[in-house]
């Protein structure tokens, strides 16, 4: 299995505990076994998740409310696995502007409070994870909140400076996977797996496997989102709407019969005076291409839903289909109704057809 190493570009000072340019736009790549310790299995409506202790890594996730086959297999899908097949994880960490400063990545061991939650009805989750350095100067804790019916997870980096210095650098976050065919998708009907990130207001890039193959990704921007995508479901990354981002794309084990692709996004230049603290807020969203509940989340993220070429008028004739089952609450009966609108919209095309072909 691989993994990546980074480390940030010399970057102009910043003002304590202020913004200022986009991070390291070349995170360095270091191929290296996947290490694992405790885990910690987090249950609620939706999710069947583990994270690991080493990097407080999402490193399995099961989505409980989709089975791989409704008539043959009613396990739930497996999106997220650090295990053999389908390899696909979700990595953070922080990178240090200097040699000498506390730089907890993804390769650090946390401490857990404790090893199983299980979230109520109507209350929202807490897991946190914590990591001091062996001095006892610097921390960070690690908070993934999970809310009932949601596949989205907040998450929070609180870092707390004792070091007697300010500390100087970036956060990442970053999701990693493997080519392996997707079990879920269509053998008949082509479907795009690779990774997308956002681009200016509305649009959206496709990074292919490929791609990331021939270049690595270095983008700025502010806010977006950055994803791993297949047919059904999805991985996102989606940092703070305002805030300053370099994209990233890697490849470990290029050379080799089993790569591991990366996208991921690296935030500002953050400085932390001494004995000041200071939390990073993003989201992360694991689960199904649901449009109604991604388009409340970034600006473009339904885009995730690729029609391809298509999409000038798979969207909404997609709008009316939702509008209509909202009303009737039977998707069959919905296709129909769609199918006799559009029938009724194009009568007078279609007559004239008619005509012609008589």
Known sequence: LADTKLKSDDIPSAPVQTQTDTGSSAPETKVSALSSS??????????????????????????????????????????????????????????????????????????????????????????????????????????YTFKPSSYAIDV????????????????????????????????????YTGAMVSKDVNGFSKISFEDMIDSDLSQPTKGGWVSMIQHYFMGAWIPPENSLENYYSRVTNKNSSDPHYIIGTVSADMSIADQASHTFKDQLFIGPKLQEQINTLA???????????????????????????????????????????????????????YKSMA
């Open 38 to 143: 405790q885990r910690v299995q987090v249950k609620t409506d939706v999710f069947d998740i583990e994270i690991d202790t080493t990097g407080a890594d999402i490193r399995r996730v099961a989505l409980l409310n989709y089975p791989v086959d409704v008539n043959k297999d009613a396990s739930p899908v497996i999106l997220m696995n650090d295990k053999s097949g389908l390899f696909f994880i979700s990595q953070t960490g922080l990178l240090s502007k200097t040699a000498d400063s506390y730089a907890p990545d993804h390769n650090v061991l946390y401490t857990a409070e404790k090893f199983a939650y299980e979230i109520g009805t109507d209350s929202e989750l807490k897991v946190p994870f914590t990591w001091t350095s062996d001095d006892g100067n610097f921390s960070v804790t690690k908070t």
């Open 156 to 191: 929070e980096h609180s870092i707390t400076n004792h070091s007697g210095a300010v500390w100087q650098g970036h956060l990442y976050r970053q999701l990693q996977r493997t080519n392996l065919v997707d079990p879920n998708a269509s053998q008949f009907i082509y479907t």
């Open 299 to 353: 600006t473009g993220l339904d885009s995730t839903v690729d029609y391809g070429f298509l999409s000038v008028i798979a969207h909404p004739i997609y709008w009316l289909l939702d509008k209509i089952q909202s009303v009737v609450k039977n998707w069959g009966w919905s296709i129909i109704i769609l199918t006799i609108l559009i029938k009724l919209a194009f009568f007078k095309l279609s007559e004239t057809s």
